[in-house]
């Protein structure tokens, strides 16, 4: 085992860093070895952490990567290479802002690839299911989870849909946050929630889960009320018309496809969606995992709020769609979920509303659908005890898999 060639990945997720060790074989395959046990944010920054600066964050899980990619190969030598994949904005090489973390303007790439001594790749943890998965079809692949992540691939595995700005050159726009990063720029609406809500609720009324009283057209429109108010507590709403028109000069392509003042997808795209929208239906407020379980007993306001959600996601996965189109590549044949929200309990309820979702506005819309006929769940490879987001950096190291 001395000679082989060992790939580390390291998943900087929404409250820990995960580290995982492979061994790569032929063809970029990788099997999984070992795995430290996670490493959270108060354990790398400290009990002062509010009084940290952004670089002295970064450099502390710059500092705690190193030490896990040691820990991980000590007596086995050097790594042959060490993919991470990171919440946030990551652009040619750089974390440009994480919320999650608190890192900015950082050089992630470089600086674990001097602390390992080792190529390092970079990668957008969102991004990183699709090395994982390998699809041979145009995919899209979801995760919902703190937010909403997404994106396009070709077989290969290749992505190329980033955000571009009007000089065709990758460019972050802090007023231009969004549910991935400025290309899926996607917002909804009093209007539009509202009628995402009804959607849901007849769909799950339709399904056999009907919940009393039933609720009127006053309810949705309170219910998206509460949606945006949610979102602007959490700081998830497109920018103001002012700011807007000043984006639109440096990113067009961007900054065009939202309007101000709305819901990015980051809130009904998220894990604590269908509890939001369990809250509205029933009043009690129950943590993700409760919802899971009320939904596997069958409750009819459980169902329903993941039917509610299922209406948001449609629309997104729609207008991945269309941005395929409007970008001349093929449409996505094949869609998977992943993440905290979109797992082995939820997906029965998930899968179908989604796609029927997403072919309804298509069709409605013109943009070609066929061949799309579920949500498949993906998981990591049995036996590997880590994450995906750890396990599809690792492979995209394997494959050398640069996203400049």
């Known amino acids: 085992m001395a000679s082989e060639e060992l790939i580390v990945g390291l998943d900087l997720g929404g409250t820990k860093l995960a580290a995982a060790l492979f061994a790569r074989r032929d063809g970029g395959a990788i099997e999984f070895l070992r795995a430290l046990d996670d490493i959270h944010y108060d354990g790398i920054f400290g009990n002062g952490s509010r009084k940290l600066s952004a670089e002295a964050k970064s450099e502390l899980i710059a500092d705690a990567m190193g030490r896990a990619v040691e820990e991980l190969t000590d007596g086995r030598g050097r790594p042959a290479a060490v993919g991470v994949a990171s919440a946030g904005f990551v652009e040619r090489g750089f974390i440009v802002e994480a919320w999650n973390t608190g890192m900015k303007n950082f050089p992630l790439r470089s600086e674990v690839e001097k602390r ?7 990668f957008k943890d969102s991004w990183a299911p699709a090395f ?31 955000s571009y700005s009007a000089r065709k050159r990758i460019l972050w726009i802090p007023m231009l946050y969004c549910n991935d990063d400025p290309g899926y720029a996607i917002s909804f609406s009093v209007e539009q929630s509202a009628e995402m809500i009804k959607r849901g609720v007849e769909k ?5 889960a009907r919940i009393s009283p039933e609720p009127g057209e006053r309810d949705f429109e309170k219910w998206a009320s509460a949606l945006k108010d949610t979102a ?11 700011e807007l028109s000043v984006a639109k000069g440096l990113a067009r392509e961007a900054a065009g496809r939202i309007r101000p003042g709305e819901v990015f997808a980051d809130v009904p795209g998220a894990a604590i969606m269908p509890g939001i929208a369990y809250h509205w239906l029933t009043g009690d407020e129950l943590p993700p995992e409760k919802i899971d379980a009320k939904l596997k007993d069958g409750d009819p306001a459980a169902r329903t709020a993941f039917f509610i959600q299922a209406e948001f996601i449609g629309h997104i996965l729609f207008r991945m769609q269309k941005e395929r189109m409007e970008f001349r590549l093929p449409r996505a044949r094949l869609v998977y979920g992943t993440g905290s929200g979109y797992n082995a309990a939820t997906h029965d309820a998930l899968c179908r509303p989604i796609i029927e979702s997403m072919s309804r506005q298509c069709e409605e819309n013109d943009v070609p659908c066929s061949g ?13 005890a880590t994450t995906l987001s750890c396990y599809g950096a690792a492979r995209g190291a394997a494959l050398g898999v640069a996203m400049d």
Not at 373 to 384: I, Q, S, T
């Open 204 to 208: 799950a009324a339709a399904a056999g």
């Open 116 to 122: 390992a001594g080792a190529p390092a790749f970079l």
């Open 132 to 162: 994982a998965v390998n699809p041979d079809q145009p995919a899209i692949i979801f995760s919902i989870g703190t937010g909403f992540g997404g994106v396009s691939c070709e077989p290969g595995p290749s992505i190329k849909i980033l």
């Open 372 to 384: 799309v006929e579920d949500v498949r769940l993906l998981c990591k490879p049995d036996g590997a």
């Open 232 to 242: 602007k507590a959490r700081k998830r709403l497109s920018p103001s018309w002012l």
